[in-house]
């Protein structure tokens, strides 16, 4: 098919389009918009995907979908990454749920056996990122720059978990992701029961192991 080049009244734009024909100048106005909001939709999904890396956690209980806000946690998002390419998380397991609250994991093996990590990353909490319903974030000790590999995923939103202020009290615990899809896999984890195991207080009744987590691209 021709092609016509022809300039939209309306977005102001020189465009080549399929020739036309006769149609009428509001036809080919609303072609236009129709070709630059398809276009605009893709390039902003791509920018989208291009900026902030997108991770597959694979479970017992079905697969996880985050997106890491890189720009806003940088170290955090590097360190948690340097885990997903050694394999850290291959079979570990979700070792703590607490119900309308959250769910933790990331740092014990099938055996409820501590993995060696690496130093700790510095928190990143101060980032103004909230800890929302299905957002990601930094599990650790009283020492705010304590966290290493585990971490956990709100069931709720918890803003008490938000950074204060530099106090060891208020600092808050760093949001570095959200999950995009997969949330009912989070919300099936987060009902299971729970036994006290140890010096663990809330360990599923059933086993929720990480298969697998991997860069998705």
Request: aromatic fraction near 8%; glycine fraction near 8%; include cysteine.
């Amino acid at each position: 098919m021709a092609e016509a080049s022809w300039k939209c009244p309306v977005l102001d734009r020189l465009w080549f389009l399929p020739d036309l024909g006769t149609a009428t100048e509001s036809s080919r106005s609303l072609l236009a918009i129709y070709v630059f909001s398809v276009h605009k939709k893709k390039n902003c999904l791509e920018n989208t995907v291009m900026s902030n890396p997108l991770v597959l956690m694979e479970t017992s209980s079905g697969d996880i979908l985050i997106e890491l806000f890189e720009d806003k946690a940088p170290e955090t998002v590097a360190n948690f990454m340097r885990y997903v390419d050694e394999g850290f998380y291959r079979n570990t397991i979700f070792h703590r749920v607490i119900k309308d609250f959250m769910i933790q994991g990331g740092g014990l093996g099938v055996r409820m056996d501590a993995r060696p990590t690496h130093a700790p990353v510095r928190n990143e909490a101060g980032n103004g990122l909230s800890n929302k319903r299905g957002t990601i974030a930094m599990a650790r000790t009283s020492d705010p720059h304590s966290a290493a590999a585990q971490f956990f995923i709100n069931l709720v939103d918890n803003a008490e978990l938000d950074h204060a202020d530099d106090t060891e009290e208020g600092y808050g615990y760093c949001v570095f992701g959200r999950v995009e899809d997969g949330m009912d896999v989070v919300d099936k984890i987060g009902k299971l029961k729970v036994k006290a195991q140890g010096e663990h207080e809330a360990v599923p009744v059933d086993m929720v192991v990480i298969t697998n987590v991997s860069r998705f691209e």
